[in-house]
């Protein structure tokens, strides 16, 4: 008589621990993704109303792109960077964080500015680790456009006026445009000399980062969240009154150009972005309806980056904005609509043999553009005409197409109108093609 093992007996009755994802990177469920399918629609056509070209990066670039391209000393870098060492060949490698860099890098390696300035666009997830808030994620989708090989302030201008009309398009109401200009690099040495001497002079009022900040990066003080610091950097010498004739009169234009299309704007001196590569214009779209996460799109010009990252001097300029963000703000104002229909047309049929006229009509309609379901039962068991209409009326179809063991002998089907007047005729097999196509046509046309 052999002997039951205990240990493997409770091994095979335990459970499987449900996996669960990771913090601060979330599913997008169905119910969720129609707002984000007419987001990306939206920012595809902005692209291209604006001449600009996509252009995709990997998710995974060397450690050294995003070191030299954001700086070392920035939030990014120091705190927020996922890195890792390649176990293969030892490369330090780190999921992107931002596109700017890496839409450089490649323009760099692939001589794209070889034949002349280019407007590029990207969309897609970024990693930073930090901690989950609403708006403020571990993995978060960006869009961005990058103006490569223009110096002049209208293509600043025109980047901005950008983010406007994409807000219009979007029905987004109450985004705050806010400007500032960083000067050129001699212009900031002389501002930061002076913000070092002032806080210095009141170092017993910074905070622990605020005095870390002060050896590394001091303008970044100006950017402080804590309300404690806030009549300290208000009363910190200002950069704008550092700027020579060059940089005013770049950011003069600018605002010229704002003013010529009606955008209003507010000039915020404390405004200095988060990113070591910024020049001359920097701005922020900013809201009050998604709490301490206010910006939900900035950038500017950053002339040195190209350089910077082994380019040729090129002058440049940008933005990117959070579509998590944009997201948030658009169910705040109740944007977006009701979710769409799963389908056109909602194929209710007996099984069995009713099926073969049922996937031919499918296929015929699906290859006109017309968005077809086929019912199918989780069992395999074809349930009631009753269950299935439930089914064809909750899938938001105009029409359901009913093919029943009757309708094929008779060789026919029954078109019934699921969003109108409910009527339902019958029609010959060679003939409902052509009726479901005129219906779907002059449906859409009173509509």
Same mark, same amino acid.
């Given at each position: 008589?052999?002997?039951?093992?205990?240990?493997?007996?409770?091994?095979?009755?335990?459970? /499987?621990?449900?996996?669960?994802?990771?913090?601060?990177?979330?599913?997008?469920?169905?119910?969720?993704?129609?707002?984000?399918?007419?987001?990306?629609?939206?920012?595809?056509?902005?692209?291209?109303?604006?001449?600009?070209?996509?252009?995709?990066?990997?998710?995974?670039?060397?450690?050294?792109?995003?070191?030299?391209?954001?700086?070392? $000393?920035?939030?990014?870098?120091?705190?927020?960077?996922?890195?890792?060492?390649?176990?293969?060949?030892?490369?330090?490698?780190?999921?992107?964080?931002?596109?700017?860099?890496?839409?450089?890098?490649?323009?760099?390696?692939?001589?794209?500015?070889?034949?002349?300035?280019?407007?590029?666009?990207?969309?897609?997830?970024?990693?930073?680790?930090?901690?989950?808030?609403?708006?403020?994620?571990?993995?978060?989708?960006?869009?961005?456009?990058?103006?490569?090989?223009?110096?002049?302030? #209208? /293509?600043?201008?025109?980047?901005?006026?950008?983010?406007?009309?994409?807000? #219009?398009?979007?029905?987004?109401?109450?985004?705050?445009?806010?400007?500032?200009?960083?000067?050129?690099?001699?212009?900031?040495?002389?501002?930061?000399?002076?913000? $070092?001497?002032?806080?210095? *002079?009141?170092?017993?009022?910074?905070?622990?980062?605020?005095?870390?900040?002060?050896?590394?990066?001091?303008?970044?003080?100006?950017?402080?969240?804590?309300?404690?610091?806030? #009549?300290?950097?208000?009363?910190?010498?200002?950069?704008? #009154?550092?700027?020579?004739?060059?940089?005013?009169?770049?950011?003069?234009? !600018?605002?010229?150009?704002?003013?010529?299309?009606?955008?209003?704007?507010?000039?915020?001196?404390?405004?200095?972005?988060?990113?070591?590569?910024?020049?001359?214009?920097?701005?922020?779209? $900013?809201?009050?309806?998604?709490?301490?996460?206010?910006?939900?799109?900035?950038?500017?010009?950053?002339?040195?980056?190209?350089?910077?990252?082994?380019?040729?001097?090129?002058?440049?300029?940008?933005?990117?904005?959070?579509?998590?963000?944009?997201?948030?703000?658009?169910?705040?104002?109740?944007?977006?609509?009701?979710?769409?229909?799963?389908?056109?047309?909602?194929?209710?049929?007996?099984?069995?043999?009713?099926?073969?006229?049922?996937?031919?009509?499918?296929?015929?309609? =699906? *290859?006109?553009?017309?968005?077809?379901?086929?019912?199918?039962?989780?069992?395999?068991?074809?349930?009631?005409?009753?269950?299935?209409?439930?089914?064809?009326?909750?899938?938001?179809?105009?029409?359901? !197409?009913?093919?029943?063991?009757?309708?094929?002998?008779?060789?026919?089907?029954?078109?019934?109108?699921?969003?109108?007047?409910?009527?339902? *005729?019958?029609?010959?097999?060679?003939?409902?093609?052509?009726?479901?196509?005129?219906?779907?046509? *002059?449906?859409?046309?009173? =509509?």
């Amino acid at each position: 008589m052999s002997e039951t093992n205990p240990s493997s007996k409770k091994t095979a009755s335990s459970k /499987v621990l449900k996996l669960a994802g990771v913090k601060g990177m979330n599913d997008l469920l169905p119910q969720d993704a129609y707002r984000w399918e007419f987001v990306e629609r939206t920012v595809l056509s902005l692209a291209k109303s604006y001449g600009y070209q996509n252009i995709r990066t990997p998710i995974v670039e060397h450690t050294e792109v995003f070191q030299r391209g954001i700086g070392e $000393v920035t939030d990014i870098v120091e705190k927020e960077m996922y890195s890792f060492e390649d176990r293969l060949n030892g490369e330090q490698l780190t999921l992107r964080p931002e596109g700017t860099a890496a839409v450089v890098r490649a323009v760099i390696e692939q001589n794209l500015l070889y034949e002349g300035p280019k407007r590029l666009f990207y969309i897609g997830p970024m990693f930073r680790h930090e901690r989950p808030q609403r708006g403020r994620y571990r993995q978060f989708h960006q869009f961005g456009v990058e103006a490569l090989g223009f110096a002049g302030p #209208d /293509v600043d201008a025109e980047i901005i006026l950008m983010c406007a009309r994409l807000w #219009d398009d979007l029905g987004l109401q109450g985004l705050r445009l806010e400007l500032n200009s960083l000067g050129n690099e001699q212009e900031r040495k002389l501002h930061r000399a002076a913000l $070092v001497t002032y806080f210095e *002079s009141h170092q017993a009022a910074l905070d622990e980062d605020s005095k870390r900040r002060l050896l590394t990066n001091p303008l970044r003080i100006l950017d402080t969240k804590n309300p404690m610091m806030q #009549d300290l950097v208000t009363a910190a010498p200002k950069l704008i #009154d550092y700027l020579g004739k060059e940089s005013l009169d770049h950011f003069e234009m !600018v605002q010229f150009l704002l003013k010529a299309n009606n955008l209003p704007f507010r000039i915020n001196p404390r405004l200095v972005r988060g990113l070591d590569y910024y020049n001359f214009t920097v701005f922020e779209w $900013v809201t009050d309806q998604l709490g301490s996460q206010g910006t939900v799109a900035g950038g500017g010009r950053y002339d040195p980056l190209i350089e910077r990252m082994g380019g040729k001097a090129t002058p440049a300029c940008g933005w990117a904005m959070g579509i998590e963000r944009v997201i948030e703000l658009m169910k705040e104002q109740g944007l977006g609509g009701d979710e769409p229909a799963v389908c056109d047309v909602y194929m209710v049929h007996a099984g069995g043999q009713t099926l073969e006229p049922s996937f031919v009509l499918a296929e015929q309609l =699906r *290859s006109a553009g017309v968005d077809v379901l086929v019912h199918a039962s989780p069992d395999g068991l074809v349930p009631s005409f009753k269950s299935q209409m439930k089914k064809a009326d909750a899938s938001g179809a105009l029409y359901a !197409v009913i093919i029943g063991e009757d309708e094929l002998v008779q060789k026919q089907a029954q078109i019934k109108d699921l969003r109108g007047t409910g009527a339902q *005729s019958t029609v010959s097999f060679d003939m409902v093609f052509d009726q479901v196509i005129e219906r779907l046509v *002059s449906g859409s046309d009173e =509509r």
